[in-house]
C-alpha cells in the first residue's frame, strides 16, 4: 500500500502502514472523544465505562431473549 493516497474529511494523507478497518476507525475516534473530554472535565471516564458495560449487558440480554422467542 505504500505510495498511496487517502481522502478523508477533505484533506489528503499518505498512507504509509497498514490500513485500518472502519471498525478500528471508529474505535479510535470514539477513545480519542472520551480522552479528551475526560481531560476537559465532562465526563468521568470510570462512570462512563460503567454505564457502557450496563447498555452493552442489555443489549446482549435483548439479543439473547429475541432470538430464544424465535426459537419458539
Not at 28 to 53: H, P, S, W, Y
Amino acid at each position: 500500500m505504500s505510495g498511496k493516497t487517502t481522502k478523508r474529511d477533505g484533506s489528503s494523507a499518505h498512507v504509509t502502514g497498514k490500513e485500518l478497518t472502519e471498525i478500528e476507525e471508529i474505535t479510535v475516534m470514539l477513545d480519542v472523544l472520551i480522552e479528551e473530554l475526560q481531560r476537559r472535565g465532562a465526563i468521568d471516564k470510570k462512570e462512563f465505562n460503567r454505564l457502557v458495560a450496563m447498555r452493552l449487558h442489555e443489549i446482549s440480554k435483548a439479543r439473547a431473549f429475541e432470538e430464544l422467542d424465535e426459537e419458539l
